[in-house]
Every structure is written in C-alpha cells, then in structure tokens.
C-alpha cells in the first residue's frame, strides 16, 4: 500500500509563513509544521515560533543541518554567503527540509501571497509539490496582518526595527537594520563584525560588501544611516501607525527577494 500524501509547511518565522499556519490551523488538520533552524536566528524569532505554537496547539518541528554555520564556512574557505553565493540558504535551510521530507510524497504549502509577483524556491526533487493557498484565495498583504491580528499572535517583535525574518547576519539586511541590530542586540553585532575577517584573495571581507560593520559603526556613520532612513520614511508621506506596514512593502518589493524558506 502506498505511503499517505505528507502536507508540510515550511516557517520562516516571517508574516506570510506564519499567517499561511494559522489560517490553515482548521484546514488541514494533519499538516507538519518546521522550521529550518540555523542556530544564527533572532531570539525573538524564537519566541515568535512559541507563539505559533501555542495558537496552533502544535509542536514545530525544527529541522537543522548538524554541522552548522561555522562548519560551512570553512568549507567555503571563509567566503561570507552573500546574495551572489547564497551557501547558507542551501546548506541550513534547504538541504534539512529535504532530508527531513525524503521520499514521501509532500504537498509543500508555500505563503506567497495573491498580490505578489515573487518567484518561491521549488524543490527539484519531483516528490516535492507546492501549493499556495493564499494566491488561490486571493489572500492579500492587509489578510494577512488581519489573520496575524484576530488570532491575537500579532507581529514579531523583530518587526519593529527589522523588515525580514532570518539570521542576526543576514546580508539582506538594510544600513538601518544593522543599526538596528546594534541596538537591540549589541552581542550580536559583535559576533557578526567577528566574522568580517580579510581571507584569500580578498573577497567575502564583509556582510555589506562595501562597507564592514566595525566602519557602519562610527557614531556619525551611524547617525547619518538613521537620518537617511527616517527621511525615506517622511518622503512616503505615510501616517505614524502606517510606518511598519510601509517598511513591510518595500521588503516586499526588493529586488533581491530571499527565498521563503528565510523571510518573509
Ligand atoms: S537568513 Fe540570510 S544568512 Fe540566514 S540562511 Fe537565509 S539568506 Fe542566509
């Protein structure tokens, strides 16, 4: 007798992914919930994911390569992954979903919405299908917060000065998120500057790849990233209340969009 289709969902511990759970809770009732953890993620992410949990009266299941960041990195002969050569992506998030799937057959519910244009990372192994059930619903950005809100999980707390889900050293993040780092998680930016060191011929020095972290950090550096963010922020004109939900967008709209498996 052949084996039962698998319905998975794959957190990024991001709005969309974590929206798609919730408002699939009652749906799909036999769904396995993971997160591909890199052991690199926000604490808040962490707490974000007990959140889900309790709502979904279900445990997510964490999935994680067991060599790590650190060991990758060395294999890659100290190249930081970047937008180019995005390893960490493949390594720690895409590889453990795969093993953890195997051969099953897995219908993969994906949280891209019915307003965005975005190509999601489909896995080439054939028994793997995704489905999206917010573009088949017609689900949309203000859904989303509305599922996020009424089932009282709300926003991560993240979201208050970082637009996207993912590692503490992301690459994808913004001048003004780093600052953010720094300010909320000065340890952390430590250990991330800790990682920008000269190698080989030079290449993959730093996260941002013209500017290390330990330069970003100069008070009237810094200073002068806030001010460039806060004038972006008055250039759209929005309302005080509507400022996440602006920031929000133009994540949504960057060019160099990660995969789902990391932000959302
Ligand atoms: S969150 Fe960023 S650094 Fe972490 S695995 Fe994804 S792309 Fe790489």
Request: hydrophobic share 30%; net charge negative; charged share 30%.
């Amino acid at each position: 007798m052949s084996k039962p289709i698998r319905h998975i969902l794959s957190l990024s511990g991001g709005k969309d992914s974590s929206a798609l759970a919730l408002y699939l809770r009652d749906r799909v009732p036999n769904m396995e919930y993971v997160f591909c953890d890199t052991k690199k993620e926000l604490e808040e992410t962490y707490e974000y994911l007990d959140k889900i949990e309790a709502y979904l009266g279900k445990k997510i299941i964490r999935l994680c390569d067991e060599r790590g960041f650190d060991h990758w990195l060395e294999v890659y002969n100290g190249f930081l992954p970047s937008s180019q050569m995005r390893w960490c992506t493949r390594m720690l998030k895409i590889r453990p979903f795969e093993k953890y799937v195997g051969d099953d057959e897995v219908l993969m519910y994906v949280g891209i919405r019915a307003d965005e244009d975005r190509q999601a990372y489909v896995s080439t192994k054939p028994n793997i299908k995704p489905v999206y059930p917010f573009k088949e619903d017609g689900i949309k950005r203000d859904d989303v917060f509305r599922i996020l809100e009424e089932s009282g999980v709300g926003l991560p707390k993240y979201y208050g000065w970082r637009t996207r889900s993912g590692c503490y050293f992301c690459f994808f993040q913004r001048k003004s998120e780093w600052v953010g780092l720094h300010e909320h998680h000065p340890d952390l930016y430590q250990l991330a500057s800790e990682y920008e060191k000269p190698h080989g011929n030079g290449q993959g020095y730093f996260w941002d790849d013209k500017e290390s972290l330990a330069e970003l950090l100069a008070p009237m550096r810094m200073e002068q990233i806030k001010r460039n963010a806060e004038k972006a922020q008055r250039k759209d004109g929005e309302a005080q209340s509507s400022r996440l939900l602006d920031t929000l967008d133009l994540a949504d709209s960057d060019n160099e969009t990660p995969c789902f498996f990391c932000h959302d």
